[in-house]
């Protein structure tokens, strides 16, 4: 027989939020069986009061808001319905300056300790709504009811639905909010990236499960009619294409051009593999490339490596600046954009399929640019320590783990700047770059 795990027991309290955690959550301290305990709140911000239902069992204790008493001088009012909700916009009720300052503060406390005095400047967002220029919503399709889109609810993994998404680019909200009309008759999950395609209209990457296998399956949960309704918002223009992403089929399912697009900082346009990743913010992402280029070129090295080089956003920038560059990067298709932008621009850089982990690059090389996924890149800051690279530049989106692997370089390297950008305004997240000299021996 099954047991069942008891419900915890929730202690009503009133406190007074200190802080806001790495991870968005507002901290309260309240003593708990005569001990004096942390409290991790979800959308509460610094100076709040408020009455809690508080879990004692976690560590740290979680609280949930039960009615705010005052608000901080850094709480503002809240621009979408659905915010308490969505675990899309987990910061919308703090005020952009605050969202810039706590990161500032958070990427500043994961440095080592000995490198917290450096000055860490920021690049501001130019908006706080209707910045995003890229979307990852989940689609559920269950037969004789409606279909379900959304972001992932707060801490949990089921679509919160929403009338309209206040952070979204017209273009990408418009193809966000055709989603529920495309699928209507399906069965199965969906995990769908809207993206820019040619032209300005949004394209959309699918990657179909079947209901049945929970496996990424065959289209037997997408009726006919489903790619007819797809075909026909290209035809409109409403989207400029679709790929929709089967495991087990020999090539995928493509509609019209779903070959997406950014902007890039050097103001063309940059192809991007379908599906794979793309800054949110192109003004941001130019301010974060330019930066990057800056960097490089007071360097003024030959031989460069870029670890985790995607299509080419820092390279179009970078290889100018360097006698050499080599781009590192595991996904295919992701290798034949970045070869096609670097072609397009007259530019020469040689791109490598590769895992970054296990490239070794040549003796000579001086830079080394890495812009690893959010794990972070320990065993590539583990081999650069050992080796005599002079120069690393880490573009970093999780404070965390940058803090982690620059405590493998701290003994060989010295900070010479740290940035962030805010490229997801209303949310924890933010990017940072820091660039480090190798200390002389």
């Not at 379900?148 to 680019?169: K, N």
């Not at 960097?295 to 030959?302: H, K, S």
């Not at 560059?325 to 399929?353: P, Q, T």
């Not at 890149?377 to 783990?401: F, G, K, M, N």
Request: charge should be positive.
């Amino acid at each position: 027989m099954r047991r069942t795990r008891p419900r915890p027991r929730l202690l009503p309290v009133e406190a007074s939020i200190h802080s806001l955690a790495p991870g968005g959550d507002g901290v309260a301290h309240i003593e708990i069986e005569g001990r004096r305990r942390a409290v991790f709140v979800p959308r509460t911000a610094p100076g709040d009061r408020a009455r809690l239902a508080v879990d004692p069992s976690h560590r740290p204790a979680r609280g949930r808001l039960l009615e705010l008493i005052s608000g901080g001088s850094d709480r503002v009012p809240v621009a979408c319905g659905s915010a308490d909700r969505c675990g899309g916009c987990d910061w919308m009720h703090l005020s952009l300056e605050a969202q810039v300052r706590v990161h500032v503060e958070h990427v500043r406390g994961a440095l080592p300790r000995a490198w917290r005095g450096v000055a860490v400047d920021s690049t501001p967002a130019p908006a706080g709504m209707r910045a995003r220029s890229r979307a990852r919503v989940h689609v559920r399709c269950e037969r004789g009811r409606p279909v379900r889109v959304g972001m992932h609810q707060a801490r949990t993994h089921s679509p919160v639905e929403v009338d309209e998404c206040v952070v979204l680019e017209a273009p990408i909200e418009a193809a966000r909010r055709a989603l529920p009309s495309l699928f209507e008759g399906a069965s199965g999950r969906a995990d769908v990236t809207i993206a820019y395609g040619a032209g300005g209209a949004a394209v959309l990457h699918v990657l179909w499960t079947d209901a049945a296998s929970g496996e990424h399956g065959s289209p037997a949960g997408l009726p006919d009619r489903t790619f007819f309704r797809i075909d026909r918002a290209v035809e409109s223009g409403l989207i400029a294409g679709a790929q929709i992403v089967f495991e087990g089929a020999s090539r995928p399912s493509r509609i019209g051009d779903p070959t997406p697009w950014m902007l890039g900082a050097d103001g063309a346009a940059l192809r991007l593999a379908s599906g794979g990743f793309g800054q949110a913010s192109s003004p941001v992402n130019a301010a974060l490339v330019q930066h990057v280029a800056g960097l490089v070129r007071a360097q003024r090295v030959g031989a460069a490596v870029e670890l985790y080089a995607g299509a080419g956003n820092l390279g179009v920038l970078v290889a100018p600046a360097v006698g050499e560059l080599v781009c590192v990067e595991s996904d295919r298709e992701c290798c034949h954009a970045a070869r096609a932008n670097f072609a397009e621009r007259g530019l020469v850089a040689r791109v490598v399929e590769a895992d970054a982990t296990a490239y070794v690059w040549k003796a000579a090389t001086e830079l080394v640019v890495l812009d690893p996924p959010r794990g972070g890149a320990r065993a590539v800051t583990e081999r650069l320590a050992a080796s005599p690279v002079r120069h690393v530049i880490y573009v970093s989106c999780d404070p965390q783990t940058l803090g982690r692997d620059l405590a493998a370089l701290q003994a060989a390297y010295a900070p010479s700047s740290v940035h962030t950008f805010e490229m997801l305004p209303q949310t924890s997240h933010v990017e940072t770059v820091v660039a480090l000299e190798r200390r002389r021996r």
